[in-house]
């Protein structure tokens, strides 16, 4: 598989605070990948620094250019596109105004879309909805949505801005298993049609179910990657984060 994204000694630092540990890591292209770690292990500072939004030092390199130092939309420009943690709607917009905020900042950037089998044209607002199923939902006004509806619209949002790959922060947060058994078929979706995930998550159903290869942060620093069986295995994630084998194996259940 051809690598799409990579860090290399990505750090952050806060003050006198450690919080990204000289991170090298990567992703390839139509990947389904996860990061995970205990709270305050660095997660969402990983994700601000690739995105822009935290000052950081090292390097990112998507799409075989070297994005480090770019301002978070001209990363979103190139097609690096991310969530956050909490979900900011305009609630006095429908659910269609809402996805079409999306694509505000692309409008005028011409490129194949990774969605619907690459093809020449972008997809709308309705057929993202389509796509993951809430286009029933279009014309109702977002302060009407549950909480799990309005995370799929915050994700058809970010796959309004046409990205080639998305960093998606707690996307299950709040949600009860069948949501998230429905978010992880989702994603896996995506994935078959072109995109690049990289998924943060503690559900950790969610990701040892469809996350290909795993990364594991603990205070900052990388520690393990590899697949779920060879994280689940490993000694020093099990005492940072995930307890005895037998834990694991049921909280995936």
């Known amino acids: 598989m051809t690598e799409l994204f990579s860090t290399r000694d990505l750090s952050v630092h806060y003050g006198g605070t450690v919080a990204v540990d000289r991170v090298s890591l990567s992703v390839d292209e139509g990947s389904l990948m ?22 950081a030092r090292g390097t990112v390199t998507f799409d075989g250019s070297e ?12 097609g690096l596109g991310r969530s956050f943690q909490t979900i900011e709607l305009f609630d006095d917009l429908t659910v269609e105004e809402n996805v079409a905020l999306g694509r505000r900042h692309t409008s005028r950037r011409r490129h ?3 969605l619907h089998g690459g093809t020449a ?9 389509e796509t993951l199923g ?40 709040g949600l009860d298993s069948r949501e998230s058994e429905e978010l992880g ?24 179910n469809v996350c290909e290869q795993i990364h594991v942060l603990d205070f900052g620093r990388l520690i393990c990657s590899g697949t779920s069986s060879q994280v689940v295995s490993d000694p020093k994630v099990l005492a940072a984060y995930l307890g005895s084998p037998e834990e694991v194996v049921e909280g995936a259940q």
């Not at 601000?48 to 939004?53: K, L, R, S």
């Not at 970010?158 to 947060?173: C, G, I, N, T």
């Open 134 to 173: 809430i286009a029933r939902l279009a014309d109702r006004p977002a302060e009407s949505l549950s909480h799990g509806q309005r995370k799929y619209v915050g994700l058809a949002r970010v796959l309004a801005s046409r990205p080639k790959m998305v960093l998606l922060d707690e996307p299950a947060a």
């Open 34 to 55: 996860g990061l995970i770690g205990p709270n305050g292990a660095g997660k969402t500072s990983l994700i601000d620094a690739v995105t822009g939004f935290a000052a």
């Open 121 to 129: 044209l972008d997809p709308g607002p309705r057929e993202l909805m």
């Open 185 to 208: 078929r989702t994603l896996q979706g995506l994935v078959a049609e072109g995109l690049t995930i990289l998924l943060v998550d503690h559900d950790m159903s969610l990701v040892l």
């Open 112 to 114: 194949r879309s990774t």
């Open 67 to 78: 994005i480090h130092g770019l301002a978070p939309h001209r990363r979103a420009l190139a």
